[in-house]
Nanobody, 121 residues
Framework: QVQLVESGGGLVQPGGSLRLSCAASGSIRSINDMTWYRQAPGSQRELVAT???????DYADFVKGRFSLSRDNAKNTVYLQMSSLKPEDTAVYYCNAIIQPITDYFFMSYWGKGTLVTVSS
């Protein structure tokens, strides 16, 4: 069974930094894109950043220049380095990955349970 587990959330002051991690585990044959989303209270879930299996990245305009995404394929893990955090970055951050399980021919979308980031003084 495949699962994604996020970690690294917490409380940080405006202007501070945090690093989120998302590790995929289980019977995995291959992983394509790995993506971070976030959902603030009362808002819809929005895409933050995505990285392909080859390491190409793309960012939402509201995080460009502040957030950086990296990926360790050997560990099936993606990292989101967040800097210059603002109160409006407060949200639950979710990891999504497109994964081909060992037991299946097709790639499927998996979600983690999320990790809360609170930016407040």
């Amino acid at each position: 069974q495949v699962q994604l587990v996020e970690s690294g959330g917490g409380l940080v002051q405006p202007g501070g930094s945090l690093r989120l991690s998302c590790a995929a585990s289980g019977s995995i044959r291959s992983i394509n894109d790995m993506t971070w989303y976030r959902q603030a209270p009362g808002s819809q879930r929005e895409l933050v950043a995505t990285v392909t299996s080859g390491g190409s990245t793309d960012y939402a305009d509201f995080v460009k220049g502040r957030f950086s995404l990296s990926r360790d394929n050997a560990k099936n893990t993606v990292y989101l380095q967040m800097s210059s955090l603002k109160p409006e970055d407060t949200a639950v951050y979710y990891c999504n990955a497109i994964i081909q399980p060992i037991t299946d021919y097709f790639f499927m979308s998996y979600w983690g349970k999320g990790t809360l980031v609170t930016v407040s003084s």
